[in-house]
Nanobody, 126 residues
Framework: QVQLVESGGGLVQAGGSLRLSCTAS????????MGWFRQAPGKEREFVAA????????AYADSVKGRFTISRDTAKNTVYLQMNSLKPEDTSVYYC???????????????????WGQGTQVTVSS
């Protein structure tokens, strides 16, 4: 069992940056593939970024490629999402997600992830 807690959300102007953190409790964090998803009001939850258990593979939604970077620090049981050049359309609740997997294939769909955090609000003003 893994519990995930996000932090780092907030209000930022367009063009600014934020770094989200997700800290996992429980054992075997290093065996978990981790992802970030987001959900805006009235919309479905969508994939943002994911990273393999080793950190060697990553995947990004087209809308964030070149602006967002996902990384992990296994020693700290933490995964990060560095968000640069933020746009108003990035405004959402951001969720951290995890799935136990030692595969190098990074999955990007909501049903593939078993564990979810409570979410953190990111608001980008124009």
């Amino acid at each position: 069992q893994v519990q995930l807690v996000e932090s780092g959300g907030g209000l930022v102007q367009a063009g600014g940056s934020l770094r989200l953190s997700c800290t996992a409790s429980g054992r075997s964090f290093s065996a978990y593939q981790m992802g970030w998803f987001r959900q805006a009001p009235g919309k479905e939850r969508e994939f943002v970024a994911a990273i393999s258990w080793s950190g060697g593979r990553t995947a990004y939604a087209d809308s964030v490629k070149g602006r967002f970077t996902i990384s992990r620090d296994t020693a700290k049981n933490t995964v990060y999402l560095q968000m640069n050049s933020l746009k108003p359309e990035d405004t959402s609740v951001y969720y951290c997600a995890g799935r136990r997997s030692l595969s190098s294939v990074v999955v990007t769909t909501v049903p593939d992830y078993n564990y979810w955090g409570q979410g953190t609000q990111v608001t980008v003003s124009s």
